[in-house]
């Protein structure tokens, strides 16, 4: 199993919907995660942080995080085509790799105008 | 502020050669990582630095050596190329170990022939 897991996509909205990205993780002792989006040959970017059960939200984005189920999802609203891109999910590691960051593949998003 | 510098942005080597990647950051951070990302895999911990002084390997070290020259850079060495390391390579850092965010460089695409 891996440790973070999320579908590859592609994930194709319109233009104005909900894009919905889900991650889930197999360490129950993970505190911190974190959305990343990366543009087609550009590196990672921040986008969110969520270190706590429940919502979080920054303009467009909404991270969401349920421990108990090991979940962790990004809702995207009012989706523009220039969020088209590919979203990273990363959780606090393993204790054996200093709780470093683990990588999920990434799902990749359409947003089609 | 630059935030995360990478040199150089392409290379292309001959399996055996060797080289040493470059990495700078100007915010001030305590801890430096490298990664590398490969298509479906995401990014891959390779090793870091929690802070200055200090190294540990990541999930895939093998064929790498690192330097923490200074608490501003963070070096990243092959000895002897080999194809399976044709990759693109990224560098990243971040106030503290472990749980905070990351910020990423701009990356190395790395071919070995």
């Known amino acids: 199993q891996k440790e973070v897991e999320q579908n590859s996509g592609p994930l194709s909205v319109p233009e104005g919907a909900i894009a919905s990205l889900n991650c889930t993780y197999s360490d129950r002792g993970s505190q911190s995660f974190f959305w990343y989006r990366q543009y087609s040959g550009k590196s990672p970017e921040l986008i969110m942080s969520?270190?706590?059960?429940g919502d979080k939200e920054d303009g467009r984005f909404t991270a969401q995080l349920n421990k108990a189920s090991q979940y962790v999802s990004l809702l995207i609203r009012d989706s523009q085509p220039s969020d088209s891109a590919t979203y990273l999910c990363a959780v606090q590691g393993k204790m054996e790799y200093g709780n470093k960051l683990v990588f999920g593949a990434g799902t990749i998003l359409r947003v089609k105008s | 502020n630059a935030g995360v510098t990478q040199t150089p942005k392409f290379q292309v080597l001959k399996t055996g050669q060797s080289m040493t990647l470059q990495c700078a950051q100007d915010m001030n951070h305590n801890s430096m990582y490298w990664y590398r990302q490969d298509p479906g895999m995401g990014l891959r911990l390779i090793y870091y630095s929690a802070s200055e002084g200090t190294t540990d390997k990541g999930e895939v070290p093998n064929g790498y050596n690192v330097s923490r020259l200074n608490k501003r850079e963070f070096s990243l060495r092959l000895e002897s190329a080999a194809p399976s390391q044709t990759s693109v390579y990224f560098c990243a850092s971040s106030e503290v170990s472990g749980w905070n965010e990351q910020f990423f460089g701009p990356g190395t695409r790395l071919t070995v022939l």
């Open positions: 969520i270190y706590s059960n």
